[in-house]
């Protein structure tokens, strides 16, 4: 089944500064991307998603990356704020599929 | 629109008891799942569902029952809480029966079993 690898656990980032977090996945039949942001105390939500028949995807201050070959993606964010600050959780699946797998998450501090 | 809720917020068990964790939506979605999250193993799923009376396993069922009578409601049963149950627990939903469409997610259930 598909396994996702995120890096790092922990980021800490000067505002104003960018921050980028990496995943890698090992089914190459997955083609959903998304991004989840958690807020302290809140579940999870959807800032991004992309898909493989694209290789960036960008709204305002986010944008995701998709490298296929390399089974990798990345979410970049520019000009970092305060509120920026939560874990960040990516996944991966099949569009079809039943079953969304997810990254260990990565816990983004915004130092002002 | 309340979107998904959850019952209770904290909840703490001795080993062996049994309890049902809340997860209702009212957005007509058809598609509900339970997660749970444990520090460093990011979101695993346990149970699925894609509509009433159909249920399915995810990554992490054992330990755990569910059952969909309904669109709404969707909860989740330990029947004999276990340490390596201690986590938080979230309930989803989406609009669509697959995945590739965005899941609404609960505020969590925090289990503690002792």
């Known amino acids: 089944g598909e396994n996702v690898e995120q890096h790092p656990s922990t980021l800490s980032v000067q505002e104003g500064d960018s921050a980028v977090i990496k995943c890698t996945y090992s089914d190459s039949a997955s083609n959903y991307f998304p991004w989840y942001k958690q807020e302290l105390g809140k579940g999870p939500q959807l800032i991004i998603d992309?898909?493989?028949?694209?290789g960036e995807k960008k709204d305002q201050r986010i944008a995701v990356t998709l490298n296929k070959t390399a089974k990798h993606f990345s979410l970049h964010i520019t000009e970092t704020q305060p509120e920026d600050s939560a874990v960040y959780f990516c996944a991966a699946s099949i569009v079809g599929a039943q079953k969304l797998v997810f990254g260990q998450g990565t816990r983004l501090t915004i130092n002002p | 629109n309340a979107g998904v809720t959850q019952t209770p917020k904290f909840q703490v068990l001795k080993t062996g008891q049994s309890m049902t964790l809340q997860c209702a939506q009212d957005m007509n979605h058809e598609y509900m799942s339970w997660y749970r999250q444990d520090p460093g193993m990011g979101l695993r799923l346990i149970h699925y569902s894609v509509g009433a009376g159909i249920t399915d396993q995810g990554e992490v069922p054992n330990g755990y029952n569910v059952s969909r009578s309904t669109t709404e409601d969707f909860p989740l049963r330990l029947l004999s809480a276990a340490p390596s149950q201690t986590s938080v627990y979230f309930c989803?939903?989406?609009?669509?029966?697959?995945?590739?469409?965005?899941?609404?997610f609960g505020p969590g259930t925090r289990l503690t079993v002792t």
């Open positions: 989803a939903s989406s609009d669509r029966q697959v995945t590739g469409y965005e899941q609404y």
């Open positions: 992309i898909r493989s028949n694209v």
